[in-house]
T-cell receptor, first 110, second 111 residues
Framework: EDKVVQSPLSLVVHEGDTVTLNCSYEVTNFRSLLWYKQEKKAPTFLFMLTSSGIEKKSGRLSSILDKKELFSILNITATQTGDSAVYLCAVAGTASKLTFGTGTRLQVTL | DGGITQSPKYLFRKEGQNVTLSCEQNLNHDAMYWYRQDPGQGLRLIYYSQIVNDFQKGDIAEGYSVSREKKESFPLTVTSAQKNPTAFYLC??????????FGQGTRLTVV
């Protein structure tokens, strides 16, 4: 059975802090790893990673994948209250199966 | 506009009743998915379909059924065998090697 584990489960930080969210996985026939942000209803796409060691970056967010150690991290620098959300990690494996982790709930306070 | 449409937004089910949640996409994606989300939880995979007329069980398929007769449509039926169906249901679609796109979800409540 494919498995995706995210840590921490929840996190409270002050505005301006830097946070690192973790995602480890065990998946048959790994294809890609995806990060999403969920604020209310539908998750919104952040990054898709397929190759080890190549950082993807978008503004204050960045992510990297380690296919040898089977994990990924999502970094958010200079956090803002608008970053408060649940961050979801998903891994695509055999036959298009897409498995999500439990998510990390981030709260950014003033 | 291209996208995924789920309906209804809110659904109320009586005990022992079957209900069907609709999911339609016009993105021409091959793969479609159904997820269940409980409060404070991540997304759990119910069923997925890689191609028309084919689908596989996910991690929590018991009490649910699906069909994939058309590429655009992947309806989910919540049967009376699902003992705790109150949850938020999300449908998604994707092509091989792309991100998944989500509908706005259906909130199902048992009354």
């Amino acid at each position: 059975e494919d498995k995706v584990v995210q840590s921490p489960l929840s996190l409270v930080v002050h505005e301006g802090d830097t946070v690192t969210l973790n995602c480890s996985y065990e998946v048959t026939n790994f294809r890609s790893l995806l990060w999403y942000k969920q604020e209310k209803k539908a998750p919104t796409f952040l990054f898709m990673l397929t190759s080890s060691g190549i950082e993807k970056k978008s503004g204050r967010l960045s992510s990297i994948l380690d296919k040898k150690e089977l994990f990924s991290i999502l970094n958010i620098t200079a956090t803002q209250t608008g970053d408060s959300a649940v961050y979801l990690c998903a891994v695509a494996g055999t036959a298009s199966k897409l498995t999500f982790g439990t998510g990390t709930r981030l709260q950014v306070t003033l | 506009d291209g996208g995924i449409t789920q309906s209804p937004k809110y659904l109320f089910r009586k005990e022992g009743q079957n209900v069907t949640l609709s999911c339609e996409q016009n993105l021409n994606h091959d793969a479609m998915y159904w997820y269940r989300q409980d409060p404070g939880q991540g997304l759990r995979l119910i069923y997925y379909s890689q191609i028309v007329n084919d689908f596989q069980k996910g991690d929590i398929a018991e009490g649910y059924s699906v069909s994939r007769e058309k590429k655009e449509s992947f309806p989910l039926t919540v049967t009376s065998a699902q003992k705790n169906p109150t949850a938020f249901y999300l449908c998604a679609s994707r092509d091989r090697n792309t991100e998944a796109f989500f509908g706005q979800g259906t909130r199902l409540t048992v009354v």
